[in-house]
């Protein structure tokens, strides 16, 4: 069981138990004084399944205004978070897409982007932005087949340099020119394969926007707790410096897209859990809230998405980024469906 106090200190009690019926107590003492702040504390649970406890007590803190960073085992955890701003009414416009990575050849690509271009009056009705990522040897070609569509054309990744001596890297200036509008940088893989830093993302973030297109950039944590509180204060902790790193090299007016995809969930059978996804995002809302930056900024989510992932996480995201899930193009028409605004 737990207690959750605020304001008044009131106490209100919250019984949690997992499937195997262990039961988990978790105390958390809140005080929200004028000056906006939040000072938490939160005792976890020793028992790894004890999270979902946790977690009610985390959102409970989200709904009053406040961002729950992180926790501790068996330890008290002060946290200063500042207040989180309400969800906006007015929410930017949604958006879905598809990067092929290296799944297909050339044939099966330019028959997928066919198919794809299908979509597009389904996309405007729902109002949903569309936008599919070929690799770099079918851009020209897929441009040619999207080019009387509202579908965006993405590429998998750039180099920070417009032109120069750099054998095998593909300049921003080329991609601007094949029609491409959305630019992918950071990914996971990239960063795992090739060795990508967050200084290395920022600098194709400023490449990116500086040809006129957007940087659709790829942010989330490598580490993940059982226990659902501490998974939250760790997810935004990793994601921050990338964040940080990305939009210290943009313009203040340029569009961002940020693709949150937890690095642990990426090419999972399951997503993320939906609590765990909104409650980060929303955090991760607030931060770039905080830089004051008039260019728009969409938050999409990852890692496992497909079809019945959006209503679920659309509190926190303004979208999907489909990874092998949307190679079923019928799926992703699912997924634009479901993404109509009600």
């Not at 990116?208 to 297109?213: D, E, F, L, Y």
Request: with cysteine.
């Amino acid at each position: 069981m737990s207690y959750y106090k605020r304001s008044q200190m009131a106490e209100y009690r919250l019984w949690s138990a997992n499937s195997l019926g262990e039961k988990c107590a978790h105390i958390v003492r809140a005080k929200f004084p004028s000056s906006q702040k939040l000072k938490a504390i939160l005792f976890a649970s020793t028992q790894p399944r004890g999270g979902v406890a946790a977690l009610a007590i985390i959102l409970a803190l989200l709904r009053n205004g406040g961002t729950h960073l992180t926790s501790t085992r068996r330890t008290a955890s002060y946290v200063d978070a500042v207040a989180m701003p309400p969800i906006p009414t007015q929410r930017e416009q949604r958006i879905v897409g598809t990067s092929l990575k290296m799944y297909f050849d050339l044939p099966s690509t330019l028959r997928y982007i066919d198919a794809v271009a299908q979509l597009s009056s389904a996309a405007k009705q729902a109002n949903v932005d569309l936008f599919v990522i070929p690799d770099f040897v079918t851009l020209l070609p897929s441009a040619e087949k999207l080019k009387d569509t509202d579908i965006q054309l993405g590429a998998q990744d750039t180099y920070s340099e417009d032109k120069g001596a750099f054998t095998g890297e593909v300049s921003p200036v080329t991609l601007k020119q094949t029609g491409a509008s959305i630019v992918e940088i950071g990914h996971a893989e990239r960063r795992r394969l090739f060795g990508e830093t967050d200084a290395d993302v920022a600098k194709k973030a400023a490449a990116v926007a500086r040809n006129g297109m957007v940087p659709l950039v790829c942010i989330g944590e490598k580490s993940k707790s059982n226990i659902a509180s501490q998974a939250v204060g760790i997810a935004v902790r990793e994601c921050k410096p990338q964040i940080t790193a990305a939009l210290s090299q943009l313009p203040d007016e340029a569009d961002v897209i940020l693709a949150y995809e937890p690095v642990w969930a990426i090419g999972a059978s399951e997503p993320a859990g939906a609590d765990h996804v909104v409650a980060v995002t929303q955090n991760l809302r607030a931060l770039v809230a905080e830089t004051g930056r008039k260019g728009r900024t969409r938050i999409l989510y990852g890692g496992s998405a497909g079809p019945g992932t959006f209503q679920k996480l659309k509190d926190g995201v303004d979208g999907l980024f489909l990874g092998r899930f949307a190679h079923d193009v019928g799926n992703l028409e699912k997924v634009i469906e479901e993404m109509k605004e009600t």
